[in-house]
Protein backbone atom coordinates (compact mmCIF):
# COMPACT_ATOMS: atom_id res chain seq x y z
CA UNK A 1 0.00 0.00 0.00
CA UNK A 2 1.54 3.33 -1.11
CA UNK A 3 0.71 6.52 0.79
CA UNK A 4 -0.81 9.70 -1.01
CA UNK A 5 -0.13 12.71 0.36
CA UNK A 6 -3.14 14.69 0.89
CA UNK A 7 -3.74 18.23 2.84
CA UNK A 8 -4.05 16.98 6.89
CA UNK A 9 -4.98 19.28 9.48
CA UNK A 10 -5.33 19.17 12.77
CA UNK A 11 -4.67 21.45 15.58
CA UNK A 12 -6.55 23.40 17.92
CA UNK A 13 -8.83 21.29 19.86
CA UNK A 14 -11.62 21.76 22.80
CA UNK A 15 -9.61 22.58 26.15
CA UNK A 16 -9.64 20.66 29.10
CA UNK A 17 -11.06 17.23 29.48
CA UNK A 18 -14.82 16.01 29.62
CA UNK A 19 -16.29 12.38 29.78
CA UNK A 20 -19.16 10.83 29.15
CA UNK A 21 -19.76 6.71 29.15
CA UNK A 22 -21.39 4.82 26.46
CA UNK A 23 -21.57 1.13 25.80
CA UNK A 24 -18.88 -0.27 23.89
CA UNK A 25 -18.17 -2.89 21.33
CA UNK A 26 -18.04 -5.79 23.66
CA UNK A 27 -20.53 -4.28 25.68
CA UNK A 28 -18.44 -2.34 28.33
CA UNK A 29 -18.22 0.87 29.82
CA UNK A 30 -16.01 3.05 27.56
CA UNK A 31 -15.62 6.83 28.26
CA UNK A 32 -15.28 9.09 25.78
CA UNK A 33 -12.82 12.01 26.29
CA UNK A 34 -11.91 15.35 24.88
CA UNK A 35 -8.94 15.79 25.51
CA UNK A 36 -7.15 19.24 24.87
CA UNK A 37 -5.75 19.65 21.22
CA UNK A 38 -2.37 21.22 22.69
CA UNK A 39 -1.92 17.94 24.70
CA UNK A 40 -3.06 15.49 21.48
CA UNK A 41 -2.16 16.66 18.73
CA UNK A 42 -3.42 14.79 15.15
CA UNK A 43 -0.94 16.80 12.86
CA UNK A 44 -1.49 15.01 10.31
CA UNK A 45 -4.18 12.51 8.41
CA UNK A 46 -3.11 11.36 5.03
CA UNK A 47 -5.15 8.86 2.49
CA UNK A 48 -3.42 5.30 1.70
CA UNK A 49 -4.14 3.86 -1.82
CA UNK A 50 -5.35 -0.02 -2.14
CA UNK A 51 -5.79 -2.42 -4.71
CA UNK A 52 -6.36 -6.23 -4.36
CA UNK A 53 -3.36 -8.33 -5.83
CA UNK A 54 -5.66 -10.19 -8.43
CA UNK A 55 -6.07 -6.90 -9.99
CA UNK A 56 -2.91 -5.38 -10.99
CA UNK A 57 -4.39 -3.70 -14.35
CA UNK A 58 -7.09 -1.93 -12.75
CA UNK A 59 -6.39 1.38 -10.87
CA UNK A 60 -5.76 1.92 -7.10
CA UNK A 61 -8.40 3.56 -4.94
CA UNK A 62 -8.64 5.35 -1.85
CA UNK A 63 -8.48 2.14 1.18
CA UNK A 64 -7.68 3.61 4.49
CA UNK A 65 -5.59 6.30 6.87
CA UNK A 66 -2.56 7.12 8.74
CA UNK A 67 -2.17 9.78 11.23
CA UNK A 68 0.59 11.50 12.96
CA UNK A 69 0.14 11.98 16.56
CA UNK A 70 2.00 14.35 19.11
CA UNK A 71 1.80 13.81 22.69
CA UNK A 72 2.38 16.79 24.51
CA UNK A 73 1.18 15.59 28.03
CA UNK A 74 3.80 15.42 31.45
CA UNK A 75 4.08 11.75 30.84
CA UNK A 76 3.32 9.20 27.97
CA UNK A 77 -0.34 7.68 26.81
CA UNK A 78 -0.82 4.58 25.43
CA UNK A 79 -2.75 3.68 21.77
CA UNK A 80 -4.69 0.27 21.57
CA UNK A 81 -7.35 1.21 18.87
CA UNK A 82 -7.73 3.76 16.22
CA UNK A 83 -10.99 3.20 14.03
CA UNK A 84 -13.50 5.70 12.29
CA UNK A 85 -17.08 6.32 12.60
CA UNK A 86 -19.88 8.07 10.46
CA UNK A 87 -20.22 9.06 6.85
CA UNK A 88 -17.47 6.49 5.37
CA UNK A 89 -17.76 3.25 2.78
CA UNK A 90 -17.14 1.00 5.86
CA UNK A 91 -17.32 2.75 9.22
CA UNK A 92 -15.61 0.69 12.01
CA UNK A 93 -17.83 -0.91 14.29
CA UNK A 94 -18.71 -3.85 15.80
CA UNK A 95 -16.69 -6.51 13.42
CA UNK A 96 -14.00 -4.11 12.96
CA UNK A 97 -12.14 -2.77 16.59
CA UNK A 98 -9.86 -0.44 15.55
CA UNK A 99 -6.78 -2.66 14.96
CA UNK A 100 -4.04 -0.78 13.55
CA UNK A 101 -0.65 -0.88 11.91
CA UNK A 102 2.81 0.77 11.81
CA UNK A 103 3.82 2.80 9.02
CA UNK A 104 5.74 -0.64 8.02
CA UNK A 105 2.59 -2.45 7.53
CA UNK A 106 3.22 -4.28 10.93
CA UNK A 107 -0.02 -4.98 12.95
CA UNK A 108 0.58 -3.57 16.83
CA UNK A 109 -1.63 -4.67 19.71
CA UNK A 110 -0.99 -0.76 21.26
CA UNK A 111 1.85 1.67 20.68
CA UNK A 112 3.44 4.02 23.48
CA UNK A 113 3.91 7.49 22.50
CA UNK A 114 6.16 9.99 25.06
CA UNK A 115 5.56 13.16 26.30
CA UNK A 116 6.99 15.58 23.65
CA UNK A 117 7.30 12.40 20.52
CA UNK A 118 5.31 11.81 17.80
CA UNK A 119 4.36 8.59 15.76
CA UNK A 120 2.35 7.35 13.02
CA UNK A 121 0.00 4.89 13.06
CA UNK A 122 -2.71 3.43 10.20
CA UNK A 123 -5.84 2.09 9.80
CA UNK A 124 -5.45 -2.03 9.43
CA UNK A 125 -9.27 -2.78 7.83
CA UNK A 126 -9.77 -0.19 5.21
CA UNK A 127 -12.45 2.22 5.49
CA UNK A 128 -12.90 3.89 2.67
CA UNK A 129 -13.75 1.27 -0.01
CA UNK A 130 -17.19 -0.28 -0.62
CA UNK A 131 -17.48 -4.42 -0.38
CA UNK A 132 -19.91 -5.97 -2.77
CA UNK A 133 -21.73 -4.06 -4.85
CA UNK A 134 -24.55 -6.36 -5.47
CA UNK A 135 -25.90 -4.67 -1.97
CA UNK A 136 -25.96 -1.80 -4.01
CA UNK A 137 -29.16 -2.99 -5.57
CA UNK A 138 -26.93 -3.74 -8.62
CA UNK A 139 -26.30 -0.18 -10.08
CA UNK A 140 -24.45 0.08 -12.74
CA UNK A 141 -20.73 1.53 -13.60
CA UNK A 142 -22.66 4.77 -15.06
CA UNK A 143 -24.97 4.90 -12.12
CA UNK A 144 -22.11 4.23 -9.51
CA UNK A 145 -20.05 7.26 -11.53
CA UNK A 146 -22.95 9.71 -11.47
CA UNK A 147 -23.37 9.16 -7.82
CA UNK A 148 -20.44 7.76 -5.38
CA UNK A 149 -17.29 9.52 -6.63
CA UNK A 150 -18.87 13.02 -7.57
CA UNK A 151 -16.36 15.65 -5.30
CA UNK A 152 -18.86 15.05 -2.90
CA UNK A 153 -17.99 16.12 1.19
CA UNK A 154 -18.40 13.55 3.99
CA UNK A 155 -18.02 13.71 7.81
CA UNK A 156 -16.39 11.46 10.13
CA UNK A 157 -15.20 10.95 13.19
CA UNK A 158 -12.03 9.51 14.18
CA UNK A 159 -11.41 7.57 17.60
CA UNK A 160 -8.43 7.06 19.79
CA UNK A 161 -9.11 4.66 22.37
CA UNK A 162 -5.69 4.44 25.31
CA UNK A 163 -5.17 1.97 28.13
CA UNK A 164 -6.96 3.42 30.47
CA UNK A 165 -10.52 3.05 27.74
CA UNK A 166 -10.70 6.81 27.37
CA UNK A 167 -12.01 7.17 23.69
CA UNK A 168 -10.11 10.69 22.60
CA UNK A 169 -12.62 12.16 18.98
CA UNK A 170 -11.34 14.41 16.48
CA UNK A 171 -13.48 14.84 13.77
CA UNK A 172 -12.44 14.68 9.96
CA UNK A 173 -14.31 15.87 6.91
CA UNK A 174 -13.43 13.80 3.28
CA UNK A 175 -13.76 14.64 -0.09
CA UNK A 176 -14.36 11.57 -2.25
CA UNK A 177 -13.90 12.14 -6.10
CA UNK A 178 -12.32 11.12 -9.23
CA UNK A 179 -13.22 7.56 -11.09
CA UNK A 180 -14.71 4.77 -9.66
CA UNK A 181 -13.08 1.47 -10.02
CA UNK A 182 -14.93 -1.80 -10.10
CA UNK A 183 -12.86 -5.02 -8.57
CA UNK A 184 -14.50 -8.75 -8.30
CA UNK A 185 -16.88 -9.33 -11.04
CA UNK A 186 -19.09 -11.69 -8.84
CA UNK A 187 -19.17 -9.59 -5.41
CA UNK A 188 -18.07 -6.57 -6.56
CA UNK A 189 -15.79 -4.74 -4.45
CA UNK A 190 -15.43 -0.50 -5.32
CA UNK A 191 -13.74 2.58 -4.45
CA UNK A 192 -13.20 6.16 -5.46
CA UNK A 193 -9.73 7.05 -7.56
CA UNK A 194 -9.08 10.15 -5.39
CA UNK A 195 -10.21 10.89 -1.76
CA UNK A 196 -8.92 13.36 0.00
CA UNK A 197 -8.27 15.05 3.71
CA UNK A 198 -10.42 18.35 3.55
CA UNK A 199 -10.13 18.56 7.16
CA UNK A 200 -9.74 17.36 10.80
CA UNK A 201 -11.19 19.80 13.00
CA UNK A 202 -12.28 20.23 16.33
Do not use: W
Not at 85 to 95: I, L, S
Amino acid sequence: MRRRTYLALATGLLSGVTGCTERGPSGGIETTTTTSGSVFQVTDVSVLEYKPKDYEDRSKVAGSLEATIRYNGSDSIILESFRITGDVPRPHNEMRTGEFTNPSGDAIDSIEIGSGETQRIRMLHEPLYYVDLSSEGERTQEELDSSTCTGSSRKATLHFETKNRDIIEREITLEFGGNTVEFDEFAPDYGCTNVTVVSVDS
